[in-house]
């Protein structure tokens, strides 16, 4: 089955008692039995639940995985797998991390005695160059956030094999339309799916999609056992969302493509971050692993200065100065003072993260209007 119509149909069934086309809500929080233990295979709802069951196969089926389990949050499911580790474990992951995953991982996992590394990953020896008898798991996300750099998955997974660790991907900026990390290598696939997943800005979810059965056991207890899981009803606007997931990509990358290259050639513009370019450093892995390059944006004013940029974005009109990314409206924001305001200056400056970067979630508007919007923003 093609991507489009897995996006629509699978993991969903039509409802057994009424014939709903739609995945019901399942409002409950328990499930009668007809004798102790003799029950339909539902027993509580933090630990089975029928509309988050339809939804966990969904997103299984969309990553060409196994299996799938729906948390709370993205950060939900980022807790979940580093749970796997133990006191004097090892880690290894990018320099140029979402600030969420940073800081659960030097805030609350370093105390409790598992040990991170975090390199610029492009560079894979940077990564070999760590490795120890202690490594138990690689940690990539590509495209990084909000420098757009882009990490070979199937490199980092021929380290993490030889090291004999796990490698995650946060496949939150690439979505399955873009990419799927299980194929190249990976073994367990992160997701905020309150990003592009779910696509309209109204909840926040997370997920995690694996193809081993004893990784999966280990998660799915976790996922019971600490109970980080979603509602029904927010399952049912994931599910919801994701039938349109290609179509929405699709605009996505269109619209990133046409914005992309009108900062580029704009004069007052002085760098443009977004791996579809040719002279992009990583383009080549980019055009290697993904379908297309996304509608994540960076770009950094001529002459480099912050209160440009503040009055760039005090200007916008349809490109709503707010945190996240990957809904249907278009948003701005400014890395320095709103996502990355905890890492310290010298840090986002070594990063290469400027006080003048702004960064666009490229909407699926008509993209006349968002050039319209950016002209009278930057002038
Ligand atoms: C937003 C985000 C997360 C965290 O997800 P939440 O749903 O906000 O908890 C993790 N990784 C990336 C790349 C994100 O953009």
New binding site residues.
């Given amino acids: 089955m093609k991507f489009g119509t897995k996006a629509i149909h699978a993991g969903v069934h039509p409802d057994p008692t009424t014939g709903a086309i739609m995945t019901p809500i399942y409002q409950t929080s328990t499930y009668v039995q007809r004798s102790p233990g003799d029950h339909k295979g539902y027993e509580y709802s933090r630990t089975h639940n029928p509309t988050r069951t339809q939804l966990q196969d969904a997103l299984a089926a969309l990553d060409n995985g196994k299996h799938g389990l729906a948390f709370a ?4 499911a ?1 807790d979940c797998v580093i749970k796997l580790l133990q006191p004097g474990d090892e880690v290894i992951s990018t320099n140029d991390l ?1 600030g ?2 940073y800081r659960i991982f030097t805030k609350v996992y370093e105390p409790l005695g598992i040990k991170f590394h975090f390199v610029p990953m492009h560079d894979m020896e940077a990564v070999r160059a760590k490795v120890t008898d202690r490594t138990k798991l690689i940690w990539v ?1 590509t495209p990084t ?1 909000p420098l757009l750099n882009v990490i070979d998955i199937a490199a980092a997974a021929a380290v993490a094999k030889e090291a004999g660790a796990l490698l995650v991907v ?1 496949n ?2 690439s979505t399955p339309y873009l990419q799927t990390p299980l194929e190249l290598g990976a073994d367990i696939v ?1 997701y ?4 592009y997943m779910a696509g309209h800005s109204d909840t ?3 997920a995690i999609v694996v193809n081993d059965d004893e990784v999966h056991q280990r998660l799915s207890f976790y996922q019971n056992a600490c109970g980080g899981t979603p509602g029904p009803q927010d399952c049912f606007l994931v599910l919801r969302g994701l039938k349109t997931l290609h179509i929405r990509m699709q605009r996505h990358c269109e619209n990133g493509r046409a914005v992309a290259e009108y900062l580029k050639a704009h004069p007052k513009v002085e760098k443009v971050f977004w791996p579809g370019f040719t002279d992009h450093p990583n383009h080549e892995v980019a055009a290697k692993q993904m379908n297309d390059f996304g509608g994540m944006i960076s770009f950094v004013l001529e002459g480099d200065r912050k209160e440009d940029a503040v009055a760039v974005l005090e200007k916008f009109q349809l490109f709503s100065l707010a945190e ?2 990957g809904g249907v409206e278009s948003l701005s924001g400014h890395p320095a003072t709103m996502t990355h305001a905890s890492i310290p200056a010298d840090a986002r400056k070594a990063a290469g993260l400027s006080d003048s970067l702004i960064r666009l979630s490229v909407g699926i508007e008509d993209v006349e209007d968002l050039i319209e919007d950016l002209k009278q923003a930057i002038g």
């Fill in positions: 949050s993205g950060m939900a980022t979402y969420g995953s996300e956030n946060d939150t900026f992160v905020s799916l309150t990003k926040v979810m997370g996240s990314l």
